[in-house]
Nanobody, 123 residues
Framework: QVQLVESGGGLVQAGGSLRLSCAAS????????MGWFRRAPGKEREFVAA????????SYADSVKGRFTISRDNAKNTVYLQMNNLKPEDTAVYYC????????????????WGQGTQVTVSS
């Protein structure tokens, strides 16, 4: 079983930036497509971004395109989410997932979930 630990969240003003990290450990025999999701207060968890196992393709929700960038380092079993020009509506708990099926602007997580990291954007 794979364990995930997200980090990098915090409180930032609108227009600011944060970089989230998700480190995978345990049975990481082969790299999978990985992704980020988020859950805002009172809302369901939603897709944010995903990256193919070899980094060859990425997908983003329309709401974050042009502001967020997903990347990965397979040698470190880590996926990152660089978030720029943050908006108050980006406030949520951000989760990563180890096995994501994705297409243009959409993704579903089938693998393990981390505990999440809180991102709060003040106006």
């Amino acid at each position: 079983q794979v364990q995930l630990v997200e980090s990098g969240g915090g409180l930032v003003q609108a227009g600011g930036s944060l970089r989230l990290s998700c480190a995978a450990s345990g049975r990481t025999n082969r790299p999978n497509n990985m992704g980020w999701f988020r859950r805002a207060p009172g809302k369901e968890r939603e897709f944010v971004a995903a990256i193919m196992w070899n980094g060859g393709s990425t997908s983003y929700a329309d709401s974050v395109k042009g502001r967020f960038t997903i990347s990965r380092d397979n040698a470190k079993n880590t996926v990152y989410l660089q978030m720029n020009n943050l908006k108050p509506e980006d406030t949520a708990v951000y989760y990563c997932n180890t096995d994501v099926s994705f297409s243009s602007s959409r993704g579903i997580g089938f693998g393990s979930w981390g505990q999440g990291t809180q991102v709060t954007v003040s106006s």
